[in-house]
């Protein structure tokens, strides 16, 4: 008798995602932001999905999140996680995705006896869609969760964060307590839509994710004078704007140059802003991001010094302040190396990639052996109703994170 | 007994400037916004001045423009022009000047026998600051008004210019009128600041005016994809705010190459203009000014060109909408050397430019041999309190203006 592979019910979970999108979604995209009676409903829907399971205890920890174990013989376990929140008119797959294949390898592990329990967590408002503070679950499980920084944050209607929680039967002040649920745990797994462009361009269904970049994100403020379109010869302005142009180019060549990193101009703002002058001020915003702490410091001072040479060139001031930062996060060498075998053992070709937003994962990485898959998003799109993935690749993926987590449990079982 | 110099009292014109800033000025600047009545009260006090120069006859045309003769023994008569309305919070010399040195020319010459008249003439709402159209009251009486362009046109308080103009006893539909006042006139005369900063760098006074730069207005819409500030790597963007820049920069580049011209990039507008993300439309303007329509053409073809190159670069369209566009109105060649020669008698070296601002002489060009001269500004900066010329300066201006006219009373018999 040959031993057979195990297998994971990779269709259910494609069915599962599908009925849940009918369930919480409609003609402008999932509705299923955090905290809101249509999570809720969400919520209530998986854990009948998981009571379905023989043996799996569930159990709902103070920050919100949802736990559901499969035991094993000894105290220690390893996590797969997801968030099946969502943004308002979010895409299908977006933490949904990691939740539900969870969900099935935790159904297709659950009967086999293992030295490590297997757990899934579904946490609660990754995306921040309403109070503007993404993260809330996991970081509260992290220990990275400051109560005093979140307590007066309301949602557009003046509904303070704390009362959200309240009207979900959650207490704030307990939230911390969601720590306790990280002790015994051996590693942390977790699968995600890209959210970019890579895959679908190298035509590869599957990656494996090095890290969350780093951020340094400033406000860079250029100041000259503004004078008449008409009377003042080109050769005499200090114009704010072309300082600024110059130096948002600048600092994309920086990045062009160097391997994986972003630099980006979001918000420009001029003044006067008038067609008839050029302009004396000029307010823009640089978001770099980078896997190295070195890297990430380097582009901070290259991008300075070319502002502050640009600057001078036209006549002008510059000024920077930063509004953001946030360190680099790396994944776990050794399962970043399985999760690469287990894609080239399914996919023929792998793919390394950091993760340009956050997930939960990166929470998770400051405490435990962390490691995240990506499956290829359709045109590099998320957030929307348009995002989307093959069905042929959503199943692909839900293998992938099977086989992964029967490597992972392999390999704590022997440290 | 030795041929005495004729002189103009210069001081006094000094001095009407400053009475008239005290009477129609606060601390934030000149207020005589046309058809308001601060405008109507600097009106008055100028016809009482006029009332003083003895067989002047004065007259106010269905424009609103001001006419103030001093004839001669002939028909034909020299028009010395100004504007005594302001922007909000305006200058004190811009427009006052030319109609308050005009007004101490036309004293000075008025008691001398001559073939010829002297006109000076105080144009109605030259700025156009309350319904947005400039040259009001010249551009009536060079017969380039069209009475249903501007009927409609409202105030920030709803009020319409049809209305402002009833309320002050005129009547938009007679304002053509105001063309017989240009038949019998030989030459049309007018000092002005010079609002830029070309004289004060220079280290000179005066200059002569070519004539008023030709416009091209357009607005120039980038089109790309906008994305996540962290998921897109650097090279597979499409990013509509860096194609802008680098045309923007390209535009002025070109200008830069030119003698005496003008490329301004006054507004500029991105979207999504958020800090996470790279944009995917931007909407700029391009202002574009020079002397010659050759060279303007020239101009806007090398823009679109370049705009059209970077956009294809950058993965992004680009569509321009003409906004405005007017012809360079060049200055009479022979009135030009006249300038000339005066301001080298009076100040040893003369300087030739380009008006960048539009002034109610370019109408006037349009009909009759017509010259300007600048005066140094301070700071290059004008429609401001900031605004300023020094007292020397100014009466150096005024003597200019005199002997101009004296020469051009001259010139104009002989023809």
Chains 1, 2 share one sequence.
């Not at 995002?387 to 987590?405: F, G």
């Amino acid at each position: 008798m040959t031993a057979r592979e195990p297998t994971v019910d990779s269709a259910r979970a494609l069915a599962a995602l599908r009925e849940l999108r009918e369930l919480t979604g409609n003609e402008h995209g999932a509705q299923r932001v955090a905290f809101t009676e249509t999570w809720a409903a969400a919520r209530e829907w998986l854990v009948g999905r998981l009571d379905e399971i023989d043996g799996v205890s569930i159990a709902r920890d103070p920050a919100g999140n949802l736990w559901a174990t499969a035991p094993g013989s000894g105290p220690r376990t390893v996590v797969i996680g997801g968030h099946i929140d969502s943004v308002p008119d979010g895409g299908w797959l977006d933490g949904a995705l990691g939740t539900l294949a969870g969900l099935e390898v935790l159904r297709a592990l659950a009967p086999e006896p293992r030295q490590l329990g297997v757990t899934l967590v579904d946490w609660a408002d990754e995306e921040g869609a309403r109070f503007g503070r993404s993260l809330f679950g996991s970081s509260a499980a992290a220990g990275t969760l400051d109560p005093e920084a979140v307590r007066a944050l309301t949602d557009r209607d003046g509904t303070t964060l704390e009362q959200a929680l309240h009207d979900q039967g959650l207490e704030l002040d307990r939230a911390a307590e969601a720590r306790d649920r990280l002790r015994d745990v051996a590693a942390y797994l977790e699968l995600h839509i890209e959210q970019g462009p890579v895959l679908e361009a190298a035509g590869l269904p599957l990656a494996v994710v090095l890290g969350t970049f780093g951020v340094q994100r400033h406000v860079v403020r250029f100041t000259g004078a503004h004078a008449h379109a008409g009377a003042t010869p080109m050769d005499r302005r200090h114009d704010a704007f072309l300082a600024a142009a110059r130096s948002a180019l600048a600092f994309r060549d920086d990045a062009l140059a160097r391997d994986d990193v972003r630099a980006t101009t979001g918000s420009v703002r001029v003044a006067p802003g008038i067609v008839t002058a050029f302009n004396g001020t000029c307010q823009i915003t640089l978001d770099q991001r980078a896997l190295h702490a070195a890297v990430l410091a380097e582009m901070l001072d290259a991008a300075r010094a070319a502002s502050e040479r640009i600057a001078a060139e036209e006549g002008c001031e510059v000024a920077w302040e930063r509004v953001w930062e946030i360190e680099p996060i790396p994944f776990d060498a050794e399962l970043i190396e399985l999760a690469d075998e287990v894609i080239r053992g399914l996919a023929g070709e792998s793919r390394r990639l950091p993760s340009g937003p956050l997930h939960d994962a990166a929470e998770m990485a400051r405490r435990l052996p962390t490691v995240m898959l990506f499956v290829k998003s359709l045109g590099g799109v998320s957030h929307t109703a348009a995002e989307d993935t093959p069905p042929q690749d959503i199943e692909l993926a839900v293998r992938a994170l099977h086989k992964l987590a029967r490597r992972v449990l392999a390999w704590a079982q022997d440290r």
